[in-house]
Nanobody, 114 residues
């Protein structure tokens, strides 16, 4: 299983970014997918989860109304559209999935809002 994030960048407050997470080595459409972030000097923070079919989503209060999670199972790709970015959104963003007892993470992509 491999998850590869992309799309991180330096952006000004109020700006937007779209992160992507390309999955391989798994039947992507079978699994819920999650975005998690870690800001500088901070603990890991759950951001959002989408179910296998894409019909159910959940968000942390800190991003609700600003971020949108989605997926394209035909492309084995997870997305995170981030709007109205704030300095406190600065973090490394990871995608993660769980298959039975095992968790799989990408390498992360850096988002800096400044």
């Amino acid at each position: 299983v491999q998850l590869v994030e992309s799309g991180g960048d330096l952006v000004q407050p109020g700006g937007s970014l779209r992160l992507s997470c390309q999955g391989s080595g798994l039947t992507f459409s079978r699994y819920d997918m999650t975005w998690i972030r870690q800001g500088p000097g901070k603990e890991l923070e759950w951001v959002s989860t989408i179910n296998d079919g894409g019909g159910s989503t959940n968000y942390a209060d800190s991003v609700k109304g600003r971020f949108t999670i989605s997926r394209d199972n035909a492309k084995n790709t997870l997305y995170l559209q981030m709007n109205n970015l704030k300095p406190e959104d600065t973090a490394v963003y990871y995608c993660r999935t769980a298959i039975y007892e095992d968790n799989y993470w990408g390498q992360g992509t850096q988002v800096t809002v400044s």
